[in-house]
């Protein structure tokens, strides 16, 4: 049911359309129905509130961009139940493998080679051939995960830019009538997001900082920032891409987007969602055409149509000659 005040006893008022539960099965049956139709569900875990959602799923993840008004389509982290259902999804190698075993279930997570065909969408990655893995010990998570049986993305569950919530209430005032569920678990332990390793090849990177301590002379810290979404020309494709076009010149493969129908359609009625669910997949597709440039119509809108216009304008921009690593 509906109730116009939080579980966890501070006196905020809900949204009439934002539904607290506190954690128990029924809670966990009622968020695994809306994960399986594609809704976002906050969810406590050891480290902060997690915004989750199918990561099997382009328009499911395009929700958790909606609801956060996420400002760039960067990497989100996958979660899954064990280290088996890691290893499905992404490629281990021993050093990976150890710390994996080693602090998994916990606040660790760990960037990877993707495995072909491992199901996870497109946007989850943000395009890029590594997927960021971990296992979380909330019970309440790690139950989620068993009851819809899918990995699940799940970046901090407040709207883009705010603090980290680590209770039920903190996701209520960021994200009060933008989710249709919050399953309160109480504060959260730790407090603080999980520690990222990057094990993409060579030395082992420590990406960012959290409650796992890494004492191990391999790992180097980057200098400066390497997290994925940061480089102006990133998830750029191989051919020219060419900004806002209303028609393709020639030697353009067109992206369409709403009245622009284009050799292939982000969305054909104009929909943000259905075009940020398919951006990358379609940036794909399009590189792998014969034709050597690339041509995308506009993209209209604030909210998640402002974060498409953002990803498209670090894909346009030039390259430099030597470019950091894009794996992290």
């Given at each position: 049911?509906?109730?116009?005040?939080?579980?966890?006893?501070?006196?905020?008022?809900?949204?009439?359309?934002?539904?607290?539960?506190?954690?128990?099965?029924?809670?966990?049956?009622?968020?695994?129905?809306?994960?399986?139709?594609?809704?976002?569900?906050?969810?406590?875990?050891?480290?902060?509130?997690?915004?989750?959602?199918?990561?099997?799923?382009?328009?499911?993840?395009?929700?958790?961009?909606?609801?956060?008004?996420?400002?760039?389509?960067?990497?989100?982290?996958?979660?899954?139940?064990?280290?088996?259902?890691?290893?499905?999804?992404?490629?281990?190698?021993?050093?990976?493998?150890?710390?994996?075993?080693?602090?998994?279930?916990?606040?660790?997570?760990?960037?990877?080679?993707?495995?072909?065909?491992?199901?996870?969408?497109?946007?989850?990655?943000?395009?890029?051939?590594?997927?960021?893995?971990?296992?979380?010990?909330?019970?309440?998570?790690?139950?989620?995960?068993?009851?819809?049986?899918?990995?699940?993305?799940?970046?901090?569950?407040?709207?883009?830019?705010?603090?980290?919530?680590?209770?039920?209430?903190?996701?209520?005032?960021?994200?009060?009538?933008?989710?249709?569920?919050?399953?309160?678990?109480g504060a959260t332990q730790r407090g603080i997001e999980s520690t990222i390793v990057?094990?993409?090849?060579?030395?082992?990177?420590?990406?960012?900082?959290?409650?796992?301590?890494?004492?191990?002379?391999?790992?180097?810290?980057?200098?400066?920032?390497?997290?994925?979404?940061?480089?102006?020309?990133?998830?750029?494709?191989?051919?020219?891409?060419?900004?806002?076009?209303?028609?393709?010149?020639?030697?353009?493969?067109?992206?369409?987007?709403?009245?622009?129908?284009?050799?292939?359609?982000?969305?054909?009625?104009?929909?943000?969602?259905?075009?940020?669910?398919?951006?990358?997949?379609?940036?794909?597709?399009?590189?792998?055409?014969?034709?050597?440039?690339?041509?995308?119509?506009?993209?209209?809108?604030?909210?998640?149509?402002?974060?498409?216009?953002?990803?498209?304008?670090?894909?346009?921009?030039?390259?430099?000659?030597?470019?950091?690593?894009?794996?992290?």
């Amino acid at each position: 049911m509906r109730l116009g005040f939080s579980y966890s006893g501070e006196g905020m008022a809900l949204p009439p359309d934002t539904r607290v539960m506190p954690f128990d099965a029924e809670a966990i049956a009622e968020a695994s129905r809306l994960i399986l139709a594609g809704q976002p569900v906050a969810m406590p875990t050891e480290t902060v509130y997690g915004l989750a959602a199918d990561a099997t799923s382009a328009v499911a993840v395009a929700h958790i961009y909606t609801a956060k008004g996420r400002p760039s389509f960067n990497p989100l982290i996958v979660h899954v139940p064990d280290f088996g259902a890691a290893e499905r999804i992404g490629n281990f190698d021993e050093r990976a493998r150890a710390l994996a075993i080693e602090h998994w279930p916990g606040p660790l997570t760990l960037v990877v080679p993707l495995r072909d065909g491992a199901g996870i969408a497109s946007l989850v990655t943000a395009g890029l051939a590594t997927v960021a893995l971990r296992v979380p010990a909330h019970p309440a998570m790690q139950a989620l995960l068993k009851a819809c049986a899918r990995p699940l993305a799940a970046p901090s569950a407040n709207a883009s830019g705010l603090i980290s919530p680590t209770r039920a209430s903190h996701v209520l005032a960021s994200l009060g009538g933008r989710i249709p569920l919050v399953v309160d678990g109480g504060a959260t332990q730790r407090g603080i997001e999980s520690t990222i390793v990057a094990a993409t090849g060579g030395p082992l990177r420590l990406l960012r900082r959290g409650p796992i301590e890494i004492n191990d002379l391999a790992i180097e810290q980057p200098a400066g920032i390497e997290a994925p979404g940061q480089l102006a020309s990133h998830y750029a494709p191989s051919k020219p891409l060419r900004l806002d076009a209303t028609e393709a010149r020639d030697g353009e493969t067109l992206i369409g987007y709403g009245p622009v129908a284009g050799d292939l359609s982000l969305s054909g009625t104009g929909d943000p969602v259905e075009a940020a669910a398919k951006l990358f997949d379609l940036l794909h597709r399009a590189d792998a055409m014969p034709k050597p440039k690339i041509a995308i119509a506009p993209i209209l809108g604030n909210g998640i149509a402002a974060a498409i216009r953002d990803r498209l304008k670090r894909a346009a921009a030039p390259r430099p000659s030597t470019a950091p690593d894009s794996s992290s």
